[in-house]
T-cell receptor, first 111, second 115 residues
Framework: LAKTTQPISMDSYEGQEVNITCSHNNIATNDYITWYQQFPSQGPRFIIQ???TKVTNEVASLFIPADRKSSTLSLPRVSLSDTAVYYCLVVISGGYQKVTFGTGTKLQVIP | NAGVTQTPKFRVLKTGQSMTLLCAQD?????MYWYRQDPGMGLRLIHYSVGEGTTAKGEVPDGYNVSRLKKQNFLLGLESAAPSQTSVYFC??????????????FGPGTRLTVL
């Protein structure tokens, strides 16, 4: 099973923009890319979802290139409360059972 | 509206014991999922269900069984627990299905330790 990979960790100062990239070479053709945020001892929480190009909501932006083999979550002006683990979620070609979370990126926001 | 709830929150088992984890959702969702989360491994799909009375295998189904007798409940069973099943288990539900334009809602998790 092809892995969906992300950087293990990132550090950022408060107020900066943070970009986290997920590589998913074998993403299924018709499926969306979804990003989740997880705090310690909690379940993941939905952040943003997209299929192609760019999507923006009140908390983040998602950039997806034309080949859809990667996606980048952008968090504008992070605060201490954004310290969490961020996961991408895709469906890998090969069947529905190939629901695949990325390896996760631990973001530490520094005062 | 409680969303997705999981019972129990914590459990310690001895090798060979059995137990059932219960997941309940009150959002009338068709799809339900069971994941396990291990350090450094992210979340991996164990089993899922696309509707009442249906179940299917995910990425890591061995050693687990599931049942979806009622639309709002999804049970995960361990018939003979092994130390390798020590993990945090998350249940999730969605209205359409992962990958489509939809969102999975997660429960708070069950921390299971097998000695």
């Amino acid at each position: 099973l092809a892995k969906t990979t992300q950087p293990i960790s990132m550090d950022s100062y408060e107020g900066q923009e943070v970009n986290i990239t997920c590589s998913h070479n074998n993403i299924a053709t018709n499926d969306y890319i979804t990003w989740y945020q997880q705090f310690p001892s909690q379940g993941p929480r939905f952040i943003i979802q997209g299929y192609k190009t760019k999507v923006t909501n009140e908390v983040a932006s998602l950039f997806i290139p034309a080949d859809r083999k990667s996606s980048t979550l952008s968090l504008p002006r992070v605060s201490l409360s954004d310290t969490a683990v961020y996961y991408c979620l895709v469906v890998i070609s090969g069947g529905y059972q190939k629901v695949t979370f990325g390896t996760g990126t631990k973001l530490q926001v520094i005062p | 509206n409680a969303g997705v709830t999981q019972t129990p929150k914590f459990r310690v088992l001895k090798t060979g014991q059995s137990m059932t984890l219960l997941c309940a959702q009150d959002m009338n969702h068709e799809y339900m999922y069971w994941y396990r989360q291990d350090p450094g491994m992210g979340l991996r799909l164990i089993h899922y269900s696309v509707g009442e009375g249906t179940t299917a295998k995910g990425e890591v189904p061995d050693g687990y069984n599931v049942s979806r007798l009622k639309k709002q409940n999804f049970l995960l069973g361990l018939e003979s627990a092994a130390p390798s099943q020590t993990s945090v288990y998350f249940c999730a539900s969605s209205s359409v299905g992962t990958g489509r334009r939809d969102t999975q809602y997660f429960g708070p998790g069950t921390r299971l330790t097998v000695l």
